[in-house]
C-alpha cells in the first residue's frame, strides 16, 4: 500500500507549480511513440506469416546469436554493479548503449519472424532492463514506450495492471488526459478480473482516483465525480479522504463548471502572492462566467475583502458585499462544505462598518452613525464596537448615549482595553451630565482601574 501512496504524492508533486518554460522544453511523449513493433509483438494470428526451417535459422543466428552476445556483456556489467565493483551511475552510459544495441538485434529478429519464442524471451528481458535505466534517468518518453511494448504481449493481468498504471502515469505527467484516463481505465478493468479475493485495494484505489483526475482535467464533471466518488469510499486514510473531498469540493464550487473552479483558484492564488490588482482583475472575469448563486456570492465576497483591505478601494468594496448580503437574504442558502459560511458574510460587512463608521467620524459623522448603526443591527463580533460608536456620536443626549453605552457594556468581552476605558468614561461623562453623581462615581473608578 505505501509504494502506491508514494505514487498518489509523487504526482501531486510533479503536477504542481510547473513553469511555461519547463512545459515548452518536454517532449511530446505521443508523438515519440514507437508503434511499429506492436503488430509483430502481439502477433496472434500465425497464419498470415510462413516461416521456413532455413528462415528460422538464419534469423536465430544473424539476430538471436548476435544480441545475445551483446546482451551477455550487459549481464557481465550488472554483475559488476552487484559486486560494487561499480555503480550504477558510472555503468548507466555503457548500460544504455549494449541494452540498445542489444534491443535492435532482437526487434529485427522478430520483424522477420515474429514467432520465434526465444527473441520474445530475449527482448522481454532487454525491455525490463531498460525500464530500470530510464527509471534511473528520469526518462519518461522512452520509457513510455517500453511500457506500452511490453503490453503487447505481457499476458499476467498484474503485471498488465502496473504497466498500464505507470503508462497512466506517464501520460498525465505530461497532461495528456485522455490517454492517460485510457489507460487508468484499463488498469481498473484488469482488477476486477481476477478473483475477488485477489484485488489489490491499494492498486485499485490509485488508478480510479487518477481516472477522477484525468477526467477533471478534461472538465468531464460527471464522470470525474462518479471516479472520485468511488475513489473516496476505498480511500486508505484519513488525509487521502480528505484530499479526494477536497477535490470533490473543487468541481462542485460552481456546480460542475471546472474552469470557474480553476479560475476561483488561482485568483485565490494570486492574492496569497500578494498579486492584488491581477487579482481583482480575474476576479471581475470570473464573476462573469459563474453559472450558480452560491459561487458568483464566494466570489464577490472574496473580491470585496481585496478591495477594502488591500487595495484602498473601501467605497467599492464594503458596497459589493453589501449587495451580496442583501441577496442572501433575499434567497437564502444553506451552508455548503467547501464555502464560507453565511455568518463569515456579515461578520465581515459588520467588520467594514466599523471601520468605515471610523474613518468618516472626523469629517462626515452621520455617515458615521450610519456605519455604526448598520453594524449594530449584526450579530457578530464587532457588535459591541458598533454601539460604542453610536455612544460616542450620541453624546451630547445623555439618555441615548446611555442607552448606547449599555447596549455595549452587553458585548464588553469584544472591547480591547483603550475601547473598554472610552466605554467607562462615557457612562460617567453621561451619569454626570444627567446628575447622578454616585453612578457617575462608580464608572469613574472603574475607569481610572484600567
Known amino acids: ?117 526465444y527473441l520474445k524471451q530475449a527482448i522481454t528481458r532487454v525491455y525490463y532492463d531498460l525500464v530500470q535505466l530510464y527509471n534511473f534517468k528520469k526518462d519518461d518518453a522512452n520509457r513510455l514506450q517500453i511500457f506500452m511494448n511490453i503490453l503487447q504481449f505481457e499476458q499476467k493481468p498484474r503485471t498488465r495492471v502496473i504497466l498500464n498504471n505507470q503508462a497512466g502515469m506517464i501520460f498525465f505527467r505530461e497532461e495528456l488526459w485522455e490517454p492517460a484516463k485510457e489507460r487508468f481505465r484499463l488498469a481498473v478493468n484488469l482488477i476486477f478480473e481476477g478473483e475477488e479475493s485477489e484485488i489489490d485495494s491499494s492498486a485499485l484505489f490509485t488508478n480510479i482516483y487518477f481516472r477522477g483526475q484525468s477526467y477533471m482535467k478534461l472538465y468531464d464533471a460527471d464522470s470525474a465525480l462518479i471516479s472520485l466518488t468511488r475513489a473516496r469510499m476505498i480511500a486508505p486514510g484519513e488525509k487521502e479522504y480528505e484530499q479526494i473531498t477536497s477535490l470533490i469540493n473543487f468541481i462542485n464550487w460552481d456546480e460542475g463548471n471546472i474552469r470557474a473552479s480553476e479560475m476561483y483558484y488561482d485568483c485565490r492564488m494570486l492574492a496569497s502572492n500578494k498579486e492584488y490588482e491581477k487579482a481583482e482583475s480575474d476576479y471581475l472575469d470570473l464573476i462573469d462566467m459563474i453559472q450558480s448563486d452560491r459561487a458568483k456570492y464566494e466570489a464577490n465576497y472574496r473580491l470585496s475583502l481585496i478591495q477594502f483591505n488591500r487595495l484602498d478601494k473601501r467605497d467599492e468594496g464594503v458596497a459589493r458585499l453589501w449587495n451580496v448580503v442583501k441577496l442572501f437574504e433575499e434567497n437564502p ?50 457588535r459591541g464596537r458598533a454601539y460604542l460608536g453610536l455612544a460616542g456620536i450620541a453624546f451630547n443626549s445623555a439618555e441615548v448615549c446611555l442607552d448606547y453605552c449599555n447596549r455595549a457594556y452587553e458585548y464588553e468581552y469584544q472591547l480591547n482595553e483603550g475601547e473598554r476605558k472610552n466605554l467607562y468614561n462615557l457612562f460617567y461623562l453621561a451619569h454626570k451630565r444627567k446628575g447622578d453623581f454616585a453612578e457617575s462615581v462608580k464608572w469613574y473608578d472603574r475607569f481610572t482601574q484600567i
Open 1 to 117: 500500500m505505501k509504494k502506491y501512496l508514494n505514487i498518489i504524492f509523487l504526482i501531486l508533486i510533479l503536477t504542481t507549480g510547473i513553469s511555461a518554460s519547463e512545459k515548452d522544453d518536454r517532449n511530446n511523449v505521443l508523438a515519440q511513440l514507437d508503434s511499429t513493433m506492436w503488430k509483430y509483438l502481439a502477433i496472434k494470428d500465425t497464419s498470415q506469416w510462413t516461416i521456413t526451417p532455413e528462415d528460422s535459422e538464419k534469423v536465430f543466428k544473424e539476430y538471436f546469436v548476435n544480441g545475445y552476445r551483446v546482451f551477455r556483456k550487459v549481464t557481465k556489467l550488472q554483475d559488476r554493479i552487484k559486486r560494487n565493483r561499480t555503480t550504477y551511475e558510472k555503468a548507466a552510459p555503457q548500460l544504455e548503449k549494449l541494452l540498445t544495441e542489444a534491443r535492435e538485434k532482437f526487434e529485427q529478429g522478430l520483424k522477420e519472424n515474429p514467432l520465434d519464442k
Open 333 to 382: 442558502l444553506p451552508d455548503k462544505d467547501g464555502f464560507v459560511s453565511e455568518a463569515s458574510y456579515w461578520e465581515n460587512y459588520s467588520y467594514m462598518c466599523v471601520q468605515m463608521a471610523n474613518q468618516y467620524l472626523a469629517t462626515d459623522r452621520k455617515k458615521a452613525f450610519v456605519y455604526y448603526y448598520k453594524a449594530a443591527q449584526i450579530e457578530g463580533p464587532d
